[in-house]
């Protein structure tokens, strides 16, 4: 990356520059952490060594100490993130493409159809790069500066579409000449000559006296721009020189008629129409070579070396283009690109490397210039370590050449040492770069997730991660709604997207994880409800146990009525879990017992609070008699029940009577056998008072339930009694 | 590299650990003062606020560790008065439902909505607690410490909601933990008993950290004049511990124990005692002659060999562990543990769990030969060893991926280290707290070797 460092100073420092020493003696180090967000570090200073007595603390570094954070790399923003977006859209059809194709069972090459989809979705990485490049290039006030300059993306752009020229041509043009394509590629990002220089040298009078006059025509002629080249060689009419006025004269029809290939539907066409180009160019060197020597020299310039450089270019003479390239201050890249048109018009792509090499041998790339050195990897065949290149340039680059390159076949689909593909490799990296902004995570889990297992661990570390946003008291803006809706039962905003996300690539284990983290948010908000959808939603039965146990907890510390409320809202969860119980959802048994019980104990509650006694009566009655009502709760169960009679109502039947007769028994039978602690302790907690007190309060419960009894035999309430026994 | 924030006055003494939470939004640190403090990240600036405080400990806190979210949000903080305190945030307005113990621990700052509530004491061990981390969520609540009475102590949570009752599951004396099969398996590359002739690359003469040592040496003789034993063992030593993430192979920790310099990798089954599988013991190269920055900078790439005893000299040390780290595995076969040592070493161990369709037979051949691969045992490789620290190391932590090692050396700086293209890990950038200068940050620019 052009703005990567790899070194940072931290401010304010916490040492004089060249001493450490100092430092270490004041018994400090440093340490760190790193953050599972993005990857930032936490800096801090800290002891050399901890003290062991508590008393020498305090009086070794009193002085404030700060905490440094530092990241590796800086986010993307403004253009770069519009950038990576897009271009992440061509990504996900590249996956899609070989998922096709891999499900089809053939090999990606062997389809002509798919490695055309393939060409064209290169030809729109190409296209993003040159708009993003065109974009950063503009002169206008923005909203935020570039995060890159016009000149990096301009790069990236040169990169990938030579990439896309050399490797990913046309099915059936594999084994064409590449000639025009490279010049094409050639004149697009390397302009040479420039047009500034040609407004120079047409304004001029005699363009010839200008010492720039023959590189322009030279350079023209190499690039095969025709219209320049003519538009000069008229001019050379008015030269003094007779022999140049004829041969210029000659020159022009050469260059504009000089055949290429796109011009012919066969090659074989292109290649006599070339032959008889060549003869032409032939005796046109005999009539130059006529020109005494004496008249070769205009004054200004030995005109006439120049222009049988022009010819030995036209002749295809490689030493010739290779000394004209120089003397020109042309590169390897030019050289070679020249080839293919002037000096072996039948150039294929299987036989370029052989040429740049040679080129490269006298020419040699820029090592300090990682665009050049990933164009002469790419021009050498070598798209590993144009790969290596590119990642020095930009990891985007890197990564979305790999992703092509595997499919063609250029490297290894195998996984080295690490158990990662080379194309792997990149593509995690680029991942990697995209975690310092959590916010585009979708995207980073979409380039992790398409790579194998080892991406697969390392998207579902990203996906786990991704903060929910349930908390109430979140700032406001669309995450505030966005938690109101999740609240009022709608599965919204990233919770939504995550399960998606967890859907899309089948990660189960994931998805319930993050429901369980949801349940937990739920439950320090009281919202038991939707903790008991999540947990539900997670299969997490335990955690299921502990929400009912913390309800129930809330009806021992807050009494009845807050306990209601708060199980209000559970019971359609209670409902769905019941129809669910029989079909998909194995929810055991226990756990679903403790939450009826939960919720029919609040309903209880709920009735009796809003005076419908005989309702609530029924309500606890049913609990016994379907054994719903655990026995810890049974004796709390009873004294409530038994709180309703108080004004002398006749809520229950006898049978009624008997059956909480029976339960109280049972109670006092299992007390008195040891028991204790199964029936006694939560009777105990919600009435704040001992063991002791609660036996008094279940004796109480007795002598009003045997009085209840005899009143129901008495005044025939509920059908006479026909004996204890049932 | 870049800053992007600071706390300018986080605590009012050296900080002794920092940990954040699962999402990275929150950062516990605790402090020589004897306090945590929680840090809220605002996601919109990238701003730090303090969002509680409090006293926890009656002694310096020597590490903070995170429960996984889905039990709650709950920190244990490990101390040098021999204790390891439970702590959860709990909403303000909450009855303290359960019964459950108050510290006083009151939410402070900004969000008064709620505080930090001590949950539990776990106090079994018998010297100062030097390290406290969770287990992997799948686990269950479960966490381990290390003291540096050489104990690692593995705890459960018993009563989740209520956090109170947490059972000493297993105790092992590390240094004694013995192999899991005495006659055979994982042995022979360990040498797990031969401490006191390891041979060890000592550092550049006047290297910074025998300033250090003889720092540390000097500050521990003086505080405890009666116990010198323990003193120099307890400013020499190193007690880390570090759980594997993976799940498929049931618990398994990595611990470091005082100075013998080894990382013992220590499964822990559910129903039979624990055992050694595997111990990392770096053998250093035999000629001292050449522990240089760029000749060591490089990975090692090759197995460590067993040392041939008594070759190395009465004079070897050995350089005590200060901090194990265990990556994710994010799906790989191999498990990466990271070492940093006083050697000044920072060190990759690619460990390789048995081959799958081995682990059934349980027993391998006996302990000669191979290391990597070797069917039916663990066995470990070193894929990285770096030196450039130059200076004890007191710290490595992996990122969420395991892609990027992080290492803080004595020199003031924290180093990064990466996997490249073909399994070659690489310095990967560098921090310092040291005062800039332009010459010298190009120097250390052009110093990186990050290129071919």
Redesign the interface.
């Known amino acids: 990356m052009p703005s990567h460092q790899h070194m940072a100073h931290l401010v304010p420092p916490l040492f004089e520059q060249g001493r450490l020493e100092d430092f270490t003696r004041s018994g400090r180090v440093v340490s760190h952490t790193m953050s599972p967000r993005d990857d930032t570090l936490a800096v801090y200073s800290s002891p050399l060594s901890i003290p062991q007595t508590s008393s020498a603390q305090g009086a070794f570094h009193s002085d404030d100490h700060p905490i440094y954070f530092a990241s590796k790399e800086e986010a993307p923003r403004s253009e770069r993130r519009v950038f990576i977006t897009d271009t992440s859209v061509i990504f996900a059809a590249t996956q899609n493409l070989i998922k096709v194709s891999r499900e089809e069972n053939v090999t990606l090459l062997q389809n002509d159809d798919a490695v055309r989809a393939l060409g064209k979705l290169a030809c729109d990485y190409v296209n993003f790069c040159k708009e993003c490049c065109l974009y950063a290039s503009q002169n206008i006030s923005r909203a935020d500066p570039l995060q890159y300059d016009a000149e990096h993306y301009r790069r990236l752009w040169t990169c990938f579409s030579l990439f896309a020229v050399l490797y990913l041509p046309e099915p059936g043009l594999e084994d064409a000449p590449i000639g025009d394509e490279l010049m094409e590629w050639l004149n697009t990002h390397f302009i040479e000559p420039s047009t500034q220089e040609g407004d120079e040298l047409s304004s001029q009078e005699r363009p010839w006296e200008d010492p720039a006059f023959w590189p322009y025509l030279t350079r023209t002629c190499l690039r095969g721009l025709s219209k320049a080249s003519t538009f000069f060689l008229k001019v050379l009419s008015k030269h003094p020189s007779a022999y140049l006025q004829g041969l210029a004269q000659e020159l022009s029809p050469l260059l504009t008629n000089h055949p290429r290939l796109y011009q012919y539907s066969a090659e074989r066409d292109f290649a006599v129409a070339s032959r008889r180009w060549k003869d032409k160019v032939k005796t046109l060197r005999l009539e130059l070579d006529r020109v005494p020597e004496s008249e070769r020299d205009d004054g200004f310039e030995n005109w006439w070396d120049r222009f049988s450089d022009i010819v030995g270019i036209l002749e295809g003479r490689g030493e010739i283009v290779k000394k004209v390239c120089m003397e020109l201050g042309a590169d390897w890249k030019e050289v070679c690109s020249v080839w293919g048109i002037f000096v072996d018009t039948r150039l294929r792509r299987q036989d370029l490397p052989e040429v740049v090499a040679q080129v490269i041998d006298e020419m040699p790339p820029d090592p300090t210039d990682r665009e050049d050195m990933v164009h002469s990897s790419l021009f050498l065949g070598r798209p590993a370590q144009a790969l290596s290149e590119a990642a020095q340039l930009d990891i985007w680059l890197a990564a979305h050449l790999a992703d092509l390159m595997e499919p063609i076949e250029l490297i290894d689909p195998e996984a080295d040492d690490s158990e990662l593909s080379l194309r792997q490799h990149y593509i995690l990296s680029y991942a990697e770069y995209l975690r310092t902004d959590p916010a585009l995570w979708r995207i980073t889990v979409d380039y992790m997730y398409s790579c194998g297992s080892v991406g697969t661990g390392m998207a579902d570390q990203v996906l786990m991660r991704v903060p929910l946003r349930l908390e109430n008291h979140a700032a406001a803006g669309t995450s505030g709604e966005e938690a109101a809706s999740i609240r009022a039962g709608h599965l919204a905003g990233v919770l939504k997207s995550v399960n998606e996300t967890c859907f899309e690539y089948q990660r189960e284990e994931i998805r319930r994880m993050i429901c369980r983290i949801a349940a937990q948010t739920f439950i320090k908000e009281k919202e038991y409800g939707l903790a008991i959808s999540y947990c539900t939603s997670a299969e997490d039965w335990a955690g299921l146990g502990r929400v009912v146990d913390l309800v129930l907890e809330e009806y021992i510390a807050q009494g009845p009525e807050q306990f209601a409320r708060l199980v209000a809202n559970i019971a359609p969860s209670l409902h769905a879990l019941r129809t669910d119980a029989g079909t998909k959802i194995p929810a055991p048994g226990v756990f679903l017992h403790r939450l009826m019980f939960a919720v029919r104990f609040a309903e209880f509650h709920q009735r009796r609070a809003s005076g419908d006694g005989q309702g609530a009566a029924l309500d606890a009655v049913t609990m016994f008699r379907d054994d719903i009502a655990p026995k810890s709760w049974w004796a709390v169960l009873l004294c409530d029940a038994l709180d309703l009679l108080r004004d002398g109502s006749m809520f229950f039947t006898s049978n009624d009577a008997c059956l909480l007769i029976q339960k109280l028994e049972e109670i006092h039978l299992a007390v008195g056998q040891g028991a204790e602690d199964d029936f006694l302790p939560v009777l105990c907690r919600v009435t704040k008072r001992g063991k002791k007190h609660a036996l008094q309060r279940l004796e109480v419960a007795r002598l009003s339930l045997a009085k209840y009894y005899a009143k129901c035999g008495a005044i025939g309430v509920g059908g006479r009694p026909s004996g204890w026994i049932h | 590299?870049?800053?992007?924030?600071?706390?300018?006055?986080?605590?009012?003494?050296?900080?002794?650990?920092?940990?954040?939470d699962?999402?990275?939004?929150r950062?516990a640190?605790c402090?020589?003062?004897?306090r945590v403090k929680v840090w809220q990240?605002d996601e919109?600036n990238?701003s730090?606020a303090c969002e509680h405080e409090w006293k926890a400990h009656?002694?310096?806190i020597?590490k903070i560790s995170w429960a996984h979210?889905?039990?709650?949000?709950i920190l244990a903080t490990a101390s040098?008065?021999r204790t390891v305190k439970i702590w959860e945030q709990?909403?303000a307005l909450d009855?303290d439902?359960?019964g459950m113990q108050l510290n006083g621990a009151s939410g402070v700052g900004a969000s008064g909505?709620s505080r930090w509530v001590e949950r539990a004491m776990l106090v079994d061990a018998k010297g100062?607690v030097r390290s406290v981390e969770f287990a992997p969520?799948h686990f269950g609540l479960k966490l381990a410490t290390i003291s540096s009475d050489n104990c690692l102590r593995i705890y459960e949570c018993l009563e989740?909601?209520s956090l109170a009752t947490w059972q000493l599951l297993e105790e092992v004396d590390v240094l004694t933990l013995p192999a899991t099969s005495p006659a055979g398996r994982s042995v022979s590359q360990t040498l797990t008993m031969a401490t006191p002739t390891q041979p060890s690359a000592p550092l550049d003469g006047n290297s910074?950290s025998l300033?250090?040592h003889a720092?540390?040496q000097q500050?521990?003789q003086n505080?405890?004049p009666g116990r010198p034993g323990l003193?120099t063992r307890?400013?020499d030593g190193g007690w880390c511990i570090s759980w594997c993430k993976d799940r498929y192979w049931g618990e398994i920790i990595a611990a470091g124990c005082g100075i013998d310099g080894i990382v013992k990798i220590i499964q822990i089954p559910p129903s039979r005692r624990p055992s050694t599988l595997l111990s990392l013991n770096p053998v250093p190269s035999s000629d001292p002659s050449r522990p240089s920055a760029s000749s060591a900078s490089g990975p090692s790439g090759s197995a460590p060999t067993p040392s041939t005893n008594g070759d190395s000299g009465d004079g070897a040390k050995t350089y005590a562990v200060t901090s194990v780290a265990w990556a994710?595995?994010?799906?790989?076969?191999?498990h990466l543990v990271a070492t940093g040592g006083r050697d000044g070493h920072v060190r990759i161990w690619r460990v390789k769990p048995p081959a799958p369709s081995e682990e059934a037979d349980g027993f391998g051949e006996d302990g000669l030969g191979a290391q990597e691969g070797e069917a039916g045992r663990w066995s470990a490789s070193i894929v990285g060893d770096f030196d450039d620290h130059k200076s004890?190391v007191?710290?490595v932590?992996?990122?969420?991926?395991?892609?990027?090692l992080?290492s803080?050396?004595?020199?003031?700086?924290?180093r990064?280290w990466k996997?490249t293209?073909?399994?070659v890990w690489r310095?990967?950038?560098?921090?310092?707290?040291?005062?800039?200068?332009e010459q010298?940050?190009d120097v250390?620019?052009g110093e990186?070797a990050?290129?071919?």
């Open positions: 590299m870049i800053q992007t924030g600071l706390i300018p006055n986080a605590h009012h003494d050296l900080v002794t650990d920092a940990s954040y699962f999402y990275g939004h950062l640190t402090s020589l003062d004897q990240l919109s990238g730090w009656d002694a310096a020597s979210p889905e039990f709650g949000t040098f008065d709990v909403p009855g439902g359960g909505a100062t969520q989740q909601p910074v300033v250090a720092l540390q500050a521990t505080q405890l003193g307890e400013a994710p595995s994010c799906g790989r076969s191999y004890a007191g710290r932590e992996w990122n969420i991926t395991g892609t990027i992080s803080a050396g004595n020199d003031g700086r924290v990064l996997m293209a073909g399994n310095p990967a950038g560098h921090i310092s707290v040291e005062q800039a200068d010298q940050a250390d620019m990186m990050v290129e071919d």
